[in-house]
């Protein structure tokens, strides 16, 4: 029986993609920060570990933790909706540090696993804001982007080792993605802004186009077939993107 470990389990895309691997009957170890919260079911082939993918100390306590996994699924991230002008740079950084940085901490704990078995699946779910970038977005969408050109340079290096790595490009969707980022919004909008800001949010109030479901259905297939293309739009919005762009 195969193993997968998925970071940012306890709501959203992670949440699916976990129970979604579970009732395929592979093992799974869901991360996530507060472990003790976790909505998934108990069963015999799931294990929940604490997991910061901010702190290098908790990276490294729950890849020995887990031991070895045939898969790792880098899920895990924060959003940021804001005007660039008034964005503080800690805040770009902290952006970074999670949705980038994390990431890259998250693979280097595995690799060497990986690389001693000339084995390995590694998936990053970005978003299709690399396809088709949107206002207000620009910090968040650079993180995103930076992950996959970080993957795509990554994979030439790691194939000599029978290392697959892939992109997952989710569209809009009913996650907590808004949630998690009004707190970083520095205050809300400047007066010359505003009427831009209220224009774009208007758009964003139509119909979502990407369920979890999809997302978790894009993962299973990175990680299961082998020749299964690179970066993988989630959802008929970012299918759609990908198909223009």
């Known amino acids: 029986m195969k193993t997968v ?11 699916e993609t976990a129970r979604y691997f579970l009732e395929r009957d592979w093992n799974v170890i869901a991360t996530m920060r507060k472990p003790d919260h976790s909505p998934l079911p108990a069963s015999d082939n799931l ?13 490294r306590a729950a890849i020995e933790t887990a031991g070895p996994v045939d898969a ?24 970074f540090e999670t949705n980038t940085f994390g990431t890259m901490e998250m693979i280097q704990a595995v690799l060497p696993q990986f690389r001693e078995r000339k084995a390995g699946v590694i998936v990053n779910v970005t978003s299709s804001v690399t396809l088709a970038p949107l ?4 910090v968040y969408t650079a993180s995103k982007s930076a992950v996959t050109a970080f993957t795509q340079s990554l994979a030439l290096e790691l194939r000599q080792f029978n290392i697959r790595l892939a992109v997952i490009e989710p569209g809009r969707s009913p996650t907590r993605f808004s949630e998690n980022a009004r707190p970083r919004m520095d ?14 949010f ?6 979502e186009g990407t369920a979890a479901s999809d997302v978790a259905e894009a993962v299973w297939r990175a990680v299961t077939d082998p020749v299964s293309p690179m970066r993988i739009p989630a959802g008929a919005d970012a299918i759609a993107m990908a198909e223009v762009n």
């Open 5 to 15: 470990l998925i970071t940012g389990c306890s709501s959203g895309f992670g949440l």
């Open 47 to 59: 294990t929940v570990l604490s997991l910061d993918i901010d702190d290098p100390d908790s990276i």
């Open 72 to 95: 790792l699924v880098n899920n895990a991230g924060i959003g940021l909706l804001g005007v660039f002008e008034t964005t503080a740079m800690a805040t770009v950084r902290e952006i």
């Open 135 to 138: 206002p207000l977005l620009s």
């Open 187 to 200: 205050g809300g909008f400047p007066e010359a802004y505003a009427e831009f800001a209220e224009s774009v």
């Open 202 to 207: 208007s758009g964003m109030a139509e119909p």
